[in-house]
């Protein structure tokens, strides 16, 4: 699933490539993929003519404003990639992929393409009468991004003082830090030295410092390698993201440690595939 660097490398795209971008026409071609009041046909009817404005990220939200002809805010299109969820920008007229949920379509012939293999990413319509947070639910249980003043060392111990559950279970519960998925959680892990089975209540002060410190460490390093692809992940201009290739732990079980030689070990913690060094995380 796309995490942080990848949603914040889509949302750049989209930023740089779609302005002036007026969305003419708009087909839905699963209608699975609308997840707003109305489905498919209220979602064409309120976005179509309109422009993209900015954009935005929340957690791995991705948020864009809708710009009327009169330079008006027209509401928000929210769109989540859940698994394999990802935007082209399509310049020639070529047929959409078997794949390909949702086109916004320009005059020109130029489009925008949500393609989705599993076809679990969700767009909403949010209308300028509502907030982002009143239509979708989720966004509204986020805790802080990483890069907020809100997320540090004191926001943590405060947090985790009377939970048993593991450091890495709870590093992936969107309402402790927005964004951070399972590759990111095993890097950071790892840059701060602590064991990912680690009780969040036994963590001390200058753990929490140091998982901080990694944690927007490791992500700024990702998102300026275009974040990671191991599988699906492709940016608007079908690039992938670079940071998989300097990955010190994920995916890297049975290999040697990059650090001290150690062999990685690989583990289902909470569900997800977990990697860690047992000398340089104890």
């Not at 802080?144 to 809100?150: G, H, I, L, R, Y």
């Not at 402790?176 to 950071?188: C, F, L, M, P």
Request: charged content about 30%.
């Amino acid at each position: 699933m796309p995490e942080l660097p990848e949603v914040e490398t889509v949302r750049k795209g989209l930023e740089k490539l779609l302005n002036n971008f007026y969305i003419e026409k708009i087909e839905v071609l699963k209608d699975r993929s609308i997840a707003s009041i109305g489905g498919s046909k209220s979602f064409i009817f309120n976005i179509k003519n309109n422009y993209f404005g900015g954009w935005e990220r929340r957690g791995k939200y991705l948020i864009g404003s809708l710009i009327s002809k009169n330079k008006i805010r027209n509401g928000y299109l929210v769109v989540h990639l859940r698994m394999t969820g990802q935007f082209k920008l399509v310049e020639k007229q070529i047929e959409p992929c078997s794949h390909t949920r949702v086109r916004f379509l320009e005059k020109s012939g130029r489009e925008l393409r949500f393609v989705d293999i599993r076809n679990f990413g969700q767009m909403w319509h949010v209308p300028s009468t509502q907030s982002v947070e009143e239509v979708v639910s989720g966004i509204k249980r986020l805790g802080p991004e990483p890069f907020s003043a809100d997320f540090n060392s004191c926001y943590l111990e405060e947090y985790f003082k009377k939970k048993t559950r593991s450091i890495k279970s709870a590093l992936l519960d969107q309402e402790t830090v927005a964004g951070v998925g399972n590759i990111y959680a095993d890097e950071s892990l790892f840059d701060a030295g602590i064991n990912p089975k680690t009780e969040c209540r036994n963590l001390k002060s200058p753990e929490l410092k140091r998982l901080c410190n990694s944690l927007v460490k490791i992500l700024n390093i990702s998102i300026g390698e275009g974040g990671t692809t191991f599988s699906d992940f492709r940016d608007l201009e079908g690039i992938n993201g670079n940071y998989g290739g300097q990955a010190w732990v994920y995916r890297r079980g049975g290999k040697s440690c990059k650090r001290c030689g150690e062999k990685i070990l690989r583990e289902k913690l909470c569900g997800r595939s977990t990697h860690w060094c047992p000398n340089c995380q104890k």
